[in-house]
């Protein structure tokens, strides 16, 4: 588990470094090229495209050179998707897709579903999400609520799965206007019922008390 | 230093949660009732509403519901079209019941009650063997552990349910609650039988039986049997022990034939004290009442709560050759409770399939021949008597004419 963790992780961290235009060289002709700036000096710029094309403007052509800052759009649907590992007592494997909605840059609410596991049963987690970012910049602390119901995803007849709810503080940073990767901590709660055999009406209540760390991918 | 207190507060946050592993189960509790108090002379009392699901039972003119636990509702039946609901006739822990002549035999938990009937509206209790039946307890609607019961106390008259959360382990683990003692929740049920002059008809469901001057009752795993040639003085022979787990008794003859959970065995009553075993038919698990006619046996054989097992059938055994019964056919049900015969007339109460009624003219082939079926009659049980087949189901009793069987006509019916 640590090890697919440590993959996803680089994955990620691969992904935003490799995706992010760092730079825009605004053009005199009212031109504007987003990408690396691999030189800039007396004799000109030279700037490396996400495509792998290198430019070469000579001083003249050059308007300015700025820092590339993500825009990212404050209203409108988005998808989160999340890998995480529930700590505590047991080990508990997480995957979470949200879809939802930004009504500005601060709220957001969407519907979630996933999988996870809890001792020896599996659930497919259904829930909604709630999430307020404090900071309207490309990169904001936020905290979430989640609220809903685990699944059983097998032995219906005994396993009646139960409410689940939790809360995260996190990190969301965009690298480019539509994808931006979150990483989050916080608490997990499921109360789960597993009715057995040995008597009528016999039932097993697992209350699960979890420390929840999530890491995942944002798109918008 | 910022990490390394980061990371500790990881640790600890981690090491904070635990779950929380709950048992939550629920518990009989005995409630009693003195001894002085549970052996006062039955009462009858004026008729009440049948409310439950219980053994029937006719003798001449008369209709008897048990309420399970509670007493046998008196009706008047001679005409089923216009039933009469005489009385009730109270009865602490009644389950089953069988009529001999003017006598009325019934347990009450632990004792055997005789009620003299001959005056029907006036019945009064004649004699009682106590004790005969120890480990009688009230029905239990649910399969729950039962507390620990002391005698001292009195009799055990009902239950109350105790609700009852303890630790466990992620692997559900259950060490038997404290207090508790084991006890099967089988107790006396009832189904048709009839054998010897002057004595009524039962539903195929039942433990009790008579045959000539002797009751036999079913308690737990012990064959009980009672001489009444004196009803007044009943007396109760040694149990005979049966290695199986015997659900209905059905009186042909001097046999016995009984109805267990893996299988249909026969016992002779020759020797009347001493039942003994002359054959059986073994099938796989399940529930299985029992009715007889000339050299056939008709058993259905169920699934459900108690009755584990996956065989939902009606199964036709040769008993020409007593010692040696041979199963012939075996016709797939929905899901089979009581069962009665009369003349070609095999009638089945198939649980949500409703009551089917098969030409038995040939028993080899009766479960090929449906002449007519009421699948809006959840039936558990049936006595067919002299063109009348009255029906008890979930909902009510239903008395049909079925003179035609082809156009069975509806007379009369109770609603629980």
């Not at chain 1, 499921?190 to 009715?195: D, E, G, H, I, T």
């Not at chain 2, 990371?7 to 009732?33: E, G, W």
């Not at chain 2, 009672?226 to 001097?254: G, Y």
């Amino acid at each position: 588990m640590k090890n697919l963790l440590g993959f996803v992780f680089i994955c990620f961290v691969s992904i935003s470094v490799s995706a992010q235009p760092n730079s825009i060289v605004k053009l005199k002709n009212g031109s504007e090229i987003k990408g690396e700036i691999l030189k800039n000096d007396e004799s000109g710029v030279q700037l490396k495209t996400r495509d792998g094309s290198v430019w070469i403007f000579s001083k003249e052509e050059v308007a300015s050179t700025e820092k590339f800052i993500p825009s990212v759009s404050r209203k409108g649907f988005y998808n989160r998707s999340t890998i995480g590992v529930m700590g505590g007592d047991d080990f508990s494997p997480s995957l979470q897709i949200v879809n939802g909605y930004s009504f500005n840059s601060h709220w957001e609410t969407g519907i979630g579903i996933g999988f996870e596991q809890f001792y020896w049963n599996k659930y497919i987690p259904i829930f909604i999400e709630g999430k307020y970012s404090l900071l309207n910049k490309t990169t904001s602390p936020f905290v979430s609520m989640i609220a809903g119901y685990q699944m059983p995803l097998s032995n219906f007849n005994s396993n009646k799965g139960g409410f689940t709810g939790g809360i995260q503080l996190g990190i969301t940073h965009y690298f480019s206007n539509h994808i931006g990767i979150s990483t989050s901590a916080g608490y997990r709660f499921a109360q789960l019922k597993v009715m057995n055999m040995w008597w009528d009406d016999f039932a097993t209540i697992q209350q699960i008390n979890r420390f929840e760390i999530r890491v995942g991918l944002v798109f918008r | 230093m910022k990490k390394t207190t980061l990371f500790l507060a990881l640790i600890a946050l981690l090491s904070a949660c635990h779950d929380k592993i709950t048992n939550r189960y629920f518990t009989c509790i005995p409630v009693y009732t003195d001894y002085e108090t549970f052996r006062q002379p039955v009462n009858f009392e004026s008729a009440k509403t049948i409310s439950k699901n219980g053994n029937i039972y006719i003798k001449d003119n008369y209709l008897f519901v048990i309420e399970p636990d509670a007493g046998i509702h008196f009706i008047n039946n001679e005409n089923p079209s216009l039933p009469n609901n005489l009385g009730f006739l109270s009865i602490k822990g009644c389950t089953g019941m069988s009529i001999k002549d003017n006598y009325l035999y019934a347990n009450s938990f632990i004792d055997l009650v005789v009620i003299d009937i001959t005056s029907i509206t006036a019945p009064n209790e004649v004699s009682r063997i106590e004790n005969i039946f120890p480990q009688a307890v009230p029905v239990m609607e649910k399969n729950y552990p039962v507390g620990m019961i002391d005698k001292n106390l009195g009799v055990v008259t009902s239950w109350r349910y105790e609700e009852t959360k303890e630790k466990s382990e992620p692997v559900p683990v259950w060490n038997n609650c404290i207090n508790c003692m084991e006890l099967s929740i089988s107790s006396f049920s009832s189904q048709n039988t009839t054998s010897g002059s002057g004595t009524g008809t039962s539903g195929s469901i039942t433990k009790f039986t008579i045959i000539n001057n002797y009751l036999y009752v079913m308690d737990y795993n012990q064959l009980k049997p009672i001489n009444i040639t004196n009803p007044t003085a009943p007396v109760a022979s040694e149990p005979v022990s049966i290695w199986r787990q015997v659900e209905t008794l059905f009186p042909h003859n001097d046999y016995i034939f009984m109805g267990t959970t893996s299988g249909m065995i026969i016992y002779t009553t020759v020797n009347p004290d001493m039942p003994q075993y002359v054959s059986a038919v073994d099938h796989m698990t399940g529930c299985d009442p029992v009715v007889v006619q000339g050299d056939y046996c008709y058993v259905t054989i169920r699934t459900g709560n108690t009755c584990v097992g996956e065989l939902d059938q009606l199964d036709v055994i040769n008993i020409s050759d007593i010692n040696s019964p041979v199963l012939m056919k075996s016709f797939e049900m929905e899901n089979p409770h009581g069962l009665g015969i009369s003349g070609n007339s095999l009638f089945v109460c198939d649980g949500k399939d409703g009551l089917k009624i098969f030409d038995a003219t040939n028993p080899e082939t009766c479960g090929d021949n449906l002449i007519h079926q009421f699948k809006d009659l959840e039936a558990t049980d049936i006595i067919p008597f002299n063109n009348v087949a009255i029906v008890i189901g979930e909902d009510g009793i239903y008395q049909y004419d079925y003179s035609d069987l082809s156009d069975m006509k509806l007379l009369s019916s109770f609603k629980f």
